[in-house]
C-alpha cells in the first residue's frame, strides 16, 4: 500500500449482536488494541447499536463508526428508513453503500447506490462503495466488465474532493463468507484496475488518493499479505469481524503490514 494512503480496516458486523454485545465487544476490542495510530479502523455494527457505540468510542481517536445502510432521501414518509441527517447526529463517519447482500437479497441497482453516495456526501459521510463480481461473471471472463460498470454508474458526477473521500472496497461476491480468496495476483491484478478505472473517472492525483480495501473471507492469517499489495489499502471484515480477539489480531497485522 501506498504511504499517501493511511491503511484502514472496517469491521461489517451485518445483523449480528445486540446493543448489549456491543458493549462487551468494544470493552475486549479495546483492551486488546491499546493504541491506534497507524491505521484506521471503522466499526459497522447494526443501527441499533450506534447510539452506543458512539458514547462509548466518542474520546477514542482513529476509531470510526460506520452504518450498514442510508436512505436515499432525505426524510419524510419513508417508513423503516435510516436518514444521513439521523446517522450524522450519533457521529456516524462512514457508511457501506451498495454492499453485495444489499444487491443481490435487497436488489439495489447502481442507480440507487449512486442517490446513496450523493446524499451521504451531502451529509459528509464517507460512502464505503462495495463492489465486486459473481463467480459466474469471473468464469465468464467478465470481471473487470462488471466493475467497471459497478463503478462508473456509482460514482460518475462526484466532484474531485467528493471521490477522494470515498472508499471503494471489492469483495468478490465468491470470496465473501466462503473462506474462497483470490491470489495474491488476482487481487492486485482488480484492485490495479479499479484504480486505473477511478483515474478515468477523476484524474490520477485524485486517484491516488482513493483508498482501496480487499474484502472477502479476511483472516489474521492472510490479513498481512493482502496488504502487502501496492493497490490495497486495507480490508473489510464480515464473520472475523465478529469476535473481538480475532478483529484485534487483524488490526494488529494491518498495523505491522
Ligand atoms: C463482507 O460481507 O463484507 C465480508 C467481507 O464477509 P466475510 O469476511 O465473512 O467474507
Redesign the pocket.
Known sequence: MSHLRKKVIAA?WKMNMTASEVTAYLTNFLEEIKTVLAVDVILIPSFTSLPKSSELLALIPGIYLGAQNISSHDKGAFTGEISAAMLRDLFVRYVLIG?SERRHLFGETNDLIHAKIAIAHRHEIRPILCIGETLEERLAGKEKQVLEQQLREALTGFSLEQLANTIVAY?PVW???TGKTPTLDQAEESHLFIRSTLAQLSNSTTAQKIRLQY????TPANTREFLSAPNIDGV?????SLDPRTFAQIFLQAQHA
Do not use: D
Request: hydrophobic content about 40%; glycine content about 26%; charged content about 5%.
Open positions: 461489517n454492499h469483495e470470496a465473501i463468507g474484502g472477502g473471507s479476511v473489510l471484515v464480515g464473520s472475523a
